[in-house]
C-alpha cells in the first residue's frame, strides 16, 4: 500500500512542477515543445509501476541500450569514413607532388626548362580508375637566355625545342601510361 502512496505522491509533485516550469516559461513559443517533453515524461512515470510488474522497464532499458550502441556504431562508421578520406587525401597530395616533381625532372634538358607542371589525378574514389593521372599539363621554355641572339638562331632554337617537346610527350605517355591527348604542353612564349 505504502508503494502506491508513493506512486501516487511523485505524480502529484511532478504535476506541481510542470505547472510551475510552464509558468515560468519567458517565451510562450516554446510551451508546446515543453508541453510535449512532459507528458511523455508523465507517461512514464504513470505506467512505472505496470512496467516494473511486467519486466518491461528491463526490455525498455534494453531496447535504449541497443538504439543507443547502434547509433554510437553509425557515428563511428562516419569519423572512420571521414580520417580515411583524410588520409587518402594527403597521399593523393603526396603522389600528386612526387610526379609534379618528376615531371618538371623530365622536362628539364639542356634545350627546355620546365615553368610549370600540373598532374591531374581521378579522385572519385567511386570510379574504376581512382589514383590514376588523367592529364597532364605544362609550360616549358628555352633554357638559356635567349637576349641578343639573332632571330634565325632563335628560330632554330625554337624548332628544335619543339621536337624535343613531342619527345618529352612520348617519354611521359610512356612512363605514366597517357595517351597524346592526356598530356598538353606549351611553349612558352619569348
Given at each position: 500500500?505504502?508503494?502506491?502512496?508513493?506512486?501516487?505522491r511523485?505524480?502529484?509533485?511532478?504535476?506541481?512542477?510542470?505547472?510551475?516550469?510552464?509558468?515560468l516559461?519567458?517565451?510562450?513559443?516554446?510551451?508546446?515543445?515543453?508541453?510535449?517533453?512532459?507528458?511523455?515524461?508523465?507517461?512514464?512515470?504513470?505506467?512505472?509501476?505496470?512496467?516494473?510488474?511486467?519486466g518491461?522497464?528491463?526490455?525498455?532499458?534494453g531496447?535504449?541500450?541497443?538504439?543507443?550502441?547502434?547509433?554510437e556504431v553509425?557515428l563511428l562508421?562516419?569519423?572512420?569514413?571521414?580520417?580515411?578520406?583524410?588520409?587518402?587525401g594527403?597521399m593523393?597530395?603526396?603522389?600528386?607532388?612526387?610526379v609534379?616533381n618528376?615531371l618538371?625532372?623530365m622536362?628539364?634538358?639542356?634545350?627546355l626548362?620546365?615553368?610549370?607542371?600540373?598532374?591531374?589525378?581521378d579522385?572519385?574514389?567511386?570510379?574504376?580508375?581512382?589514383?590514376?593521372i588523367?592529364?597532364?599539363?605544362?609550360?616549358?621554355?628555352?633554357?638559356?637566355?635567349?637576349?641578343?641572339?639573332?632571330?634565325?638562331?632563335?628560330?632554330?632554337?625554337r624548332?628544335?625545342?619543339?621536337?624535343?617537346i613531342?619527345?618529352?610527350?612520348?617519354?611521359?605517355?610512356?612512363?605514366?601510361?597517357?595517351?597524346?591527348?592526356?598530356?598538353e604542353?606549351?611553349?612558352e612564349?619569348?
Amino acid at each position: 500500500m505504502e508503494g502506491i502512496y508513493q506512486w501516487i505522491r511523485s505524480l502529484v509533485f511532478y504535476l506541481i512542477l510542470m505547472t510551475m516550469l510552464m509558468n515560468l516559461l519567458p517565451d510562450k513559443k516554446y510551451e508546446n515543445y515543453l508541453r510535449l517533453f512532459t507528458g511523455v515524461v508523465f507517461l512514464l512515470l504513470f505506467f512505472q509501476p505496470f512496467t516494473g510488474l511486467l519486466g518491461a522497464q528491463e526490455r525498455i532499458a534494453g531496447l535504449f541500450e541497443r538504439l543507443t550502441f547502434q547509433n554510437e556504431v553509425q557515428l563511428l562508421r562516419k569519423e572512420l569514413q571521414s580520417v580515411d578520406g583524410e588520409r587518402i587525401g594527403r597521399m593523393m597530395d603526396g603522389y600528386q607532388s612526387a610526379v609534379e616533381n618528376d615531371l618538371r625532372v623530365m622536362a628539364d634538358t639542356g634545350t627546355l626548362e620546365c615553368k610549370t607542371a600540373e598532374a591531374v589525378f581521378d579522385r572519385e574514389e567511386d570510379s574504376g580508375s581512382f589514383g590514376s593521372i588523367k592529364a597532364v599539363r605544362m609550360t616549358v621554355g628555352l633554357a638559356s637566355n635567349t637576349s641578343g641572339i639573332s632571330r634565325e638562331a632563335l628560330q632554330e632554337r625554337r624548332y628544335l625545342a619543339n621536337r624535343e617537346i613531342e619527345g618529352l610527350r612520348e617519354r611521359i605517355g610512356e612512363y605514366y601510361g597517357l595517351e597524346e591527348r592526356q598530356i598538353e604542353i606549351n611553349l612558352e612564349a619569348e
